[in-house]
């Protein structure tokens, strides 16, 4: 299920949703509760926080030992 970016119309709230294709009208606003809400024509499954996966180097690792499952430094 990809996810979609939604902007509320109300109070303009951006936000993210899961959304079975084709059923991305009418979700509301978690902000407001308002239904009146467009999809944003974005990539989709991509968060704002640069956080990636599967790369090497994105994951969290112990800056001690530099271990990404590192759970006696860390
Ligand atoms: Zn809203």
Do not use: H, N, Q, W
């Amino acid at each position: 299920m990809p996810i979609y970016e939604f902007k509320c119309s109300v109070c303009g709230k951006e936000f993210e949703k899961l959304c079975p294709v084709g059923k991305d009208r009418g979700v509301r606003c978690p902000e407001c509760g308002a239904s009146k809400t467009e999809r944003l024509f974005s990539v989709f499954g991509v968060r704002s926080s640069g956080r990636t996966t599967g790369t090497s180097g994105s994951k969290s690792s112990c800056s001690t030992c530099g271990d990404g499952s590192c759970s006696i430094c860390d």
